[in-house]
């Protein structure tokens, strides 16, 4: 069964770095993009950037360019995203999704970690 | 950076009743589009992709039609399950990027 299991919430301090990892298992964690995407409450889906575990390239959306890092672990199938310089607006569910079935898209998902920011 | 328009933000619709979503590009997209259900609490699922496949388990009461810059998400007859909140969803291939709509909250009426 394919899996994407993410780490617990996070609580962090305004100007702080958060690091969510996104464990995969059932199968080849080298073969298909690996998405993380931010929900604020109550607001849509927000795309934030891929990494291609094969090589570690990256592509990020502009609006959080310089401020995410997106990377791969193949010893040990695991993808973290990297977030810094926090403020109250990141508050939000990250999601790591995947391609499993369809390559371009996202249609594996991981359950969501909450963070929370706040002084 | 293309950005999609999702219309209506809601729909109040009873079941049994057929809905129609749409999903509007600012530039072509070709048919690289997709259509997720997200409900509360739950991360979104993938129903449809380039623009009108539907994904494996998918109802065949879910249908999705368009390219270029204008895509429908339609249902035929709403279960009571269907309420829920509908993103779309595009790739593009220069600026690699992807983008999602502001979604489409359907509700019971």
């Known amino acids: 069964e394919v899996q994407l299991v993410q780490s617990g919430a996070e609580v962090k301090k305004p100007g702080a770095t958060v690091k969510i990892s996104c464990k995969v298992s059932g199968y080849t964690f080298t073969d298909y993009y690996m998405h993380w995407v931010q929900q604020a409450p109550g607001k849509g889906l927000e795309w934030m950037g891929l990494?291609?575990?094969?090589?570690?390239?990256?592509i990020y959306a502009e609006k959080f360019q310089g401020r995410v890092t997106i990377t791969a672990d193949t010893s040990t199938d695991t993808a973290y995203m990297e977030l810094s310089s926090l403020r109250s607006e990141d508050t939000a569910v990250y999601y790591c999704?995947?391609?499993?079935?369809?390559?371009?898209?996202?249609?594996?998902w991981g359950k969501g970690t909450t963070v929370t920011v706040s002084s | 950076e293309i950005v999609l328009t999702q219309s209506p933000a809601t729909l109040s619709l009873s079941p049994g009743e057929r809905a129609t979503l749409s999903c509007r590009a600012s530039q072509s997209v070709s048919s690289y589009l997709a259509w997720y259900q997200q409900k509360p609490g739950q991360a979104p699922r993938l129903l449809i992709y380039d623009a009108s496949n539907r994904a494996t388990g998918i109802p065949a009461r879910f249908s999705g039609s368009g390219s270029g810059t204008d895509f429908t998400l339609t249902i035929s007859s709403l279960e009571p399950e269907d309420f829920a909140v509908y993103y779309c969803?595009?790739?593009?291939?220069?600026?690699?990027?992807?983008?999602f709509g502001q979604g489409t909250k359907l509700e019971i009426k």
């Open positions: 990494v291609d575990p094969e090589d570690g390239e990256t």
């Open positions: 999704a995947t391609g499993y079935y369809y390559y371009y898209y996202m249609d594996v």
């Open positions: 969803q595009q790739r593009s291939n220069w600026p690699p990027a992807y983008t």
